[in-house]
């Protein structure tokens, strides 16, 4: 009966569990494809009013009186340039300029070494505003629209572009854009930029970035006979913003019944990336933490930021090269420093996408991982995007999986439940064993606080007793002998390094090692005779005390060993028991924060201590000396360098090797070389640590 009642219980218990799974499940799973659809259509229907902004913005500027007076006053002052040539100085100054400036960022974010004579200006107008205009202008790229006239211009094209200048800050600060162009529409010079880039007088039919988007949208807009045309230039590696994504907005520009210029306006990209991305905040946005929306272009190559690049650019670089993607591209990635127009995102999402369709799916991301996925277009101006809005799917059926465990965990108790009320009055006569045994076998497995509870007045009852009272002793003892254990060991920490303790308890008395590369510190106080005098001698080693203590506090900030201290000397060593390829630095660094705790030490007490520090890297022996009364020391050319520094002046300095000197390089300021004997050697150079 016992056997019928639970079979009955358990099965109704299965059925109703696995029904309420599978309507969860299908409840949760279903939030999740909403919820990330929901949010694909709201990223696409913000983006697409911000383009419609755009769009509204660059035809009404175009047609606009300013923009018009701006762009016959610029074709009229172009044509006078014509005439106009910069001296032998000046052509020598704008080509370095491009030698010195501008090709070594390029370089920074494309393949291969750009050639100056390809970027070179050759025209006439062209060379005379790019001098003036960029290369005599002292404001760093991105800070060039700072200068409204260009110092020796009293041209024409100076004057206009007085005004243009002060009119289109405004615009810029207003509506955002990263840069305004003017082109002229019968030559497609570009006549002027408001951010002083090196296309400003290039021609975007036969110059240097006609190859460009931007050139091809402007040629093309050049046949428009619509006053209110409007043409988008998609994101592109942009040469003249040193190879970083632009994408570009132009509406033509009619001087009565003629099309005499192009208005291009620069997409704000940061202010599409923080749309898309949520301003960097996807937990926020719901979003968890592998989710994100992003772009994809007609190229299938990512438009906005990618969350995991964002957050862990070298982890998500290894990524890349582990998963075999192209090695030029993830080059390409690693030098501009993020995704945009480089990253190939050929997923089944995006392929749908850029087809003009709409729906959700599960399948592999760009890093290879299964994800669900939510895509849909993003169509404007016969440009069409892919808006894709992803999560992991380990992390969308998180909640499928917590589910499953708590039905489980409910079921399971109520099927415990109804056991236990079966076995009830079967427990009743065992129970005094069972716990017995258990507390004894928990016992012999190493637990101390076991607890018998057996309140009966029986002879189990005085066995449970005895046997609490025999564990609680058990207990005690492991207590005492875990503290005394304890205490031995940070004894050992004060006295031996991390390693050498390690040796001793593999069986290695003496702990004898070969460092092939640490960096050692040697110092020595000077001054504490005349502190003893002054103050007595038992309140003068109490100071030294603090002194020291104060040493101690930071070479363990830094990461930093003490081997030992003889009363001002104090031996110290980075990259012993814990490898560090930085050892050099922050052994310096240490060095550095002892000569402050001297300097805060003389004002406290007002002492004249000072402090000689001698610095070296290289190979060392370690070890312990002594069987019973036993201290850990360090031999060997590089020791006995660096306490040869130490001693081998007066007065504060901090004095380090010249190869150290160069290991170093321009991570601090130094003085000398000076030169410093060694007993049995040839003399050093010595270089002084300032500041």
């Given at each position: 009966m016992i056997l019928l009642l639970l079979a009955v219980s358990l099965s109704s218990i299965g059925v109703i569990a696995w029904m309420s799974y599978r309507s969860g499940r299908d409840a949760l799973i279903s939030c999740v494809r909403n919820q990330l659809s929901g949010l694909r259509v709201a990223k696409t229907t913000a983006l697409r009013a911000r383009?419609?902004?755009?769009?509204?913005?660059?035809?009404?500027?175009?047609?606009?009186?300013?923009?018009?007076?701006?762009?016959?006053?610029?074709?009229?002052?172009?044509?006078?340039?014509?005439?106009?040539?910069?001296?032998?100085?000046?052509?020598?100054?704008?080509?370095?300029?491009y030698a010195k400036d501008f090709l070594p960022e390029l370089a920074k974010h494309v393949d291969g070494q750009p050639v100056l004579e390809q970027y070179l200006p050759t025209g006439a107008a062209e060379q005379y505003v790019q001098y003036h205009y960029i290369a005599a202008n002292l404001h760093p790229h991105g800070e060039k629209a700072k200068m409204e006239a260009a110092a020796g211009d009293a041209s024409g094209y100076g004057a206009a572009h007085g005004k243009a200048q002060k009119l289109f800050e405004r615009f810029v600060r207003v509506f955002g854009f990263a840069d305004i162009m003017l082109v002229d529409a019968k030559s497609l010079d570009i006549v002027y930029t408001y951010q002083k880039t090196t296309e400003l007088g290039t021609n975007l039919e036969n110059g240097p970035y006609a190859d460009t988007k931007l050139g091809a949208a402007v040629r093309l807009m050049r046949t428009s006979r619509d006053r209110d045309s409007f043409k988008l230039a998609d994101f592109e590696p942009y040469r003249p913003?040193?190879?970083?994504?632009?994408?570009?907005?132009?509406?033509?520009?009619?001087?009565?019944?003629?099309?005499?210029?192009?208005?291009?306006?620069?997409?704000?990209?940061?202010?599409?990336?923080?749309?898309?991305?949520?301003n960097y905040k996807w937990r926020e946005e719901g979003l968890g933490e592998t989710g994100e929306t992003y772009l994809?272009?007609?190229?299938?190559?990512?438009?906005?930021?990618?969350?995991?690049?964002?957050?862990?650019?070298?982890?998500?670089?290894?990524?890349?090269?582990?998963?075999?993607?192209?090695?030029?591209?993830?080059?390409?990635?690693?030098?501009?420093?993020?995704?945009?127009?480089?990253?190939?995102?050929?997923?089944?999402?995006?392929?749908?996408?850029?087809?003009?369709?709409?729906?959700?799916?599960?399948?592999?991301?760009?890093?290879?991982?299964?994800?669900?996925?939510?895509?849909?277009?993003?169509?404007?101006?016969?440009?069409?995007?892919?808006?894709?809005?992803?999560?992991?799917?380990?992390?969308?059926?998180?909640?499928?999986?917590?589910?499953?465990?708590?039905?489980?965990?409910?079921?399971?108790?109520?099927?415990?439940?109804?056991?236990?009320?079966?076995?009830?009055?079967a427990n009743l006569l065992t129970r005094p064993l069972r716990l017995l045994t258990k507390g004894a076998k928990r016992l012999g497995a190493g637990e101390t606080d076991v607890k018998v509870n057996l309140n009966s007045r029986d002879e189990f009852g005085d066995l449970g007793r005895v046997f609490n009272e025999m564990a609680d002793s058990i207990r005690l003892q492991k207590e005492k002998l875990e503290e005394q254990v304890r205490e031995n060991q940070e004894l050992l920490l004060n006295i031996l390094p991390a390693s050498a303790i390690a040796q001793r308890q593999e069986g290695d008395e003496k702990a004898s090692r070969q460092f092939a590369d640490v960096s050692v510190l040697f110092s020595d106080v000077e001054g504490l005779e005349d502190l003893s005098a002054k103050v007595g001698e038992s309140k003068s080693l109490?100071?030294?005390?603090?002194?020291?203590?104060?040493?101690?506090?930071?070479?363990?900030?830094?990461?930093?060993?003490?081997?030992?201290?003889?009363?001002?000397?104090?031996?110290?060593?980075?990259?012993?028991?814990?490898?560090?390829?930085?050892?050099?630095?922050?052994?310096?660094?240490?060095?550095?924060?002892?000569?402050?705790?001297?300097?805060?030490?003389?004002?406290?007490?007002?002492?004249?201590?000072?402090?000689?520090?001698?610095?070296?890297?290289?190979?060392?022996?370690?070890?312990?000396?002594?069987?019973?009364?036993?201290?850990?020391?360090?031999?060997?050319?590089?020791?006995?360098?660096?306490?040869?520094?130490?001693?081998?002046h007066q007065g504060d300095a901090i004095l380090v090797t010249a190869p150290m000197r160069e290991r170093l390089g321009d991570q601090f300021q130094f003085s000398g070389p000076r030169r410093v004997e060694v007993e049995g050697k040839a003399a050093l150079e010595a270089w002084n640590v300032v500041g």
């Open positions: 383009l419609e902004a755009a769009r509204d913005q660059v035809i009404s500027m175009s047609d606009s009186t300013a923009v018009i007076e701006g762009t016959r006053a610029f074709r009229v002052a172009w044509e006078e340039l014509a005439g106009k040539s910069l001296t032998a100085e000046e052509q020598g100054k704008l080509k370095e300029f913003n040193h190879g970083l994504p632009m994408g570009f907005a132009m509406s033509p520009v009619f001087d009565g019944a003629q099309m005499t210029g192009i208005l291009v306006l620069q997409f704000p990209i940061d202010e599409f990336n923080a749309m898309v991305t949520g994809v272009g007609p190229d299938r190559t990512m438009r906005s930021r990618s969350r995991f690049m964002k957050e862990n650019p070298e982890g998500f670089v290894k990524i890349l090269r582990d998963a075999g993607r192209s090695p030029a591209m993830v080059n390409q990635i690693e030098r501009q420093g993020n995704v945009l127009c480089a990253l190939l995102v050929d997923t089944p999402p995006v392929v749908e996408a850029l087809k003009g369709k709409s729906g959700i799916m599960q399948t592999e991301d760009y890093r290879g991982e299964p994800v669900v996925s939510a895509y849909g277009p993003l169509e404007m101006n016969s440009l069409r995007w892919a808006v894709i809005a992803e999560m992991d799917v380990g992390e969308a059926q998180a909640p499928v999986r917590e589910l499953g465990r708590k039905v489980v965990t409910v079921a399971s108790a109520m099927g415990l439940g109804v056991s236990l009320l079966a076995l009830m009055f109490s100071l030294l005390g603090d002194l020291i203590s104060a040493f101690d506090e930071s070479a363990e900030k830094l990461g930093i060993e003490k081997v030992r201290t003889i009363g001002g000397s104090y031996l110290a060593v980075c990259g012993l028991s814990v490898n560090r390829p930085d050892h050099a630095r922050r052994i310096v660094r240490f060095a550095q924060e002892m000569t402050h705790a001297v300097a805060v030490f003389n004002r406290e007490h007002q002492a004249e201590l000072q402090l000689t520090v001698g610095v070296n890297s290289g190979p060392v022996v370690g070890g312990v000396v002594g069987r019973r009364k036993f201290l850990y020391d360090l031999w060997g050319d590089t020791v006995n360098i660096a306490r040869k520094l130490a001693f081998g």
